[in-house]
């Protein structure tokens, strides 16, 4: 690539592999734009329950995708989330929110609707973005300079996100886990998936700065054209 193109970097994998912790020190230490496409997804889900949506219902999903005004701002330092300019950015980390996103994100007038806002979001980032999500490399920015696929086991990403969440037990956090990743792998529309030319980092082993610092070096490996 140029070195004066903005680079675009997608990160996709399973939940609590690491995407948002690295996506956002990555984009913060290299001055690019951050863009977190699952509190889109998390952000139309709260809208949906909200509004009295059946999420069960995918017609009724569909005929009310096109409504809510969703804006991202992508700042890494300080990433912003508006649905209709009401701040969401705590609400859609709800367990409410979070066991009904993969059947809102699943249907197919959602996706069109939240993928063509990313990708306009990608293509006005200046100086370049990392956008992270489950689809990113494969469909929402299949010509990514740099694609990464992060994994890591279900009992360390279950043991991450049980220190997040005080009082939650290790096995019920990895069931939980494993059932949003089995939906979000199975769906007919652009499902969680590693792209052909994404590089697979497994971070089971490694702390959060060794990721951070073998992504960075990605990049700029990519930037300086090797
Ligand atoms: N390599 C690592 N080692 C230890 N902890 C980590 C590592 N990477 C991330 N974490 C921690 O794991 C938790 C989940 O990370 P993060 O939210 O970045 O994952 P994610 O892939 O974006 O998850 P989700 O898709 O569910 O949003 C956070 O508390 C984060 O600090
Ligand atoms: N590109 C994306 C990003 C996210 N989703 C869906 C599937 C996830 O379970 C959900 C929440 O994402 P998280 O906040 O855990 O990263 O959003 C998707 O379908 N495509």
Same mark, same amino acid.
């Given at each position: 690539?140029?070195?004066?193109?903005?680079?675009?970097?997608?990160?996709?994998? =399973?939940?609590?592999?690491?995407?948002?912790?690295?996506?956002?020190?990555?984009?913060?230490?290299?001055?690019?734009?951050?863009?977190?496409?699952?509190?889109?997804?998390?952000?139309?889900?709260?809208?949906?329950? *909200? *509004?009295?949506? $059946? +999420?069960?219902?995918?017609?009724?999903?569909?005929?009310?995708?096109?409504? =809510?005004?969703?804006? !991202?701002? /992508?700042?890494?330092?300080? =990433?912003?989330?508006?649905? &209709?300019?009401?701040?969401?950015?705590?609400?859609?980390?709800?367990?409410?929110?979070?066991?009904?996103?993969?059947?809102?994100?699943?249907?197919?007038?959602?996706?069109?609707?939240?993928?063509?806002?990313?990708?306009?979001?990608?293509?006005?980032?200046?100086?370049?973005?990392?956008?992270?999500?489950? &689809?990113?490399?494969? +469909?929402?920015?299949?010509?990514?300079?740099?694609?990464?696929?992060?994994?890591?086991?279900?009992?360390?990403?279950?043991?991450?996100?049980?220190?997040? #969440?005080?009082?939650? $037990?290790?096995? !019920?956090?990895?069931?939980?886990?494993?059932?949003? $990743?089995?939906?979000?792998?199975?769906?007919?529309?652009?499902?969680?998936?590693?792209?052909? &030319?994404?590089?697979?980092? $497994? /971070? +089971?082993? #490694?702390?959060?700065?060794?990721?951070?610092?073998?992504?960075?070096? #990605?990049?700029?490996?990519?930037?300086?054209?090797?």
């Amino acid at each position: 690539m140029e070195s004066a193109t903005p680079v675009i970097v997608a990160i996709d994998g =399973p939940s609590g592999t690491g995407k948002s912790s690295t996506s956002k020190a990555v984009a913060a230490q290299l001055g690019l734009s951050y863009l977190d496409t699952g509190a889109q997804y998390r952000a139309i889900t709260w809208w949906m329950v *909200n *509004n009295g949506i $059946d +999420t069960d219902d995918p017609t009724a999903i569909a005929a009310a995708a096109g409504k =809510p005004e969703i804006v !991202s701002g /992508t700042d890494p330092q300080g =990433p912003t989330i508006t649905v &209709d300019g009401v701040d969401v950015a705590g609400p859609i980390r709800t367990q409410e929110v979070t066991s009904k996103v993969s059947a809102v994100s699943a249907v197919p007038e959602v996706r069109a609707r939240i993928t063509e806002l990313q990708r306009s979001i990608a293509a006005s980032a200046a100086h370049g973005i990392v956008v992270e999500g489950r &689809d990113i490399g494969t +469909t929402v920015l299949p010509d990514a300079h740099l694609k990464i696929f992060l994994t890591a086991s279900p009992e360390a990403r279950a043991a991450r996100r049980s220190g997040e #969440l005080k009082g939650v $037990d290790v096995h !019920s956090t990895r069931e939980a886990l494993i059932k949003r $990743d089995a939906a979000d792998s199975s769906r007919k529309t652009s499902p969680l998936a590693k792209a052909d &030319d994404a590089v697979e980092v $497994d /971070t +089971t082993e #490694l702390t959060l700065a060794q990721v951070i610092e073998c992504v960075v070096t #990605l990049v700029e490996e990519k930037r300086a054209g090797k």
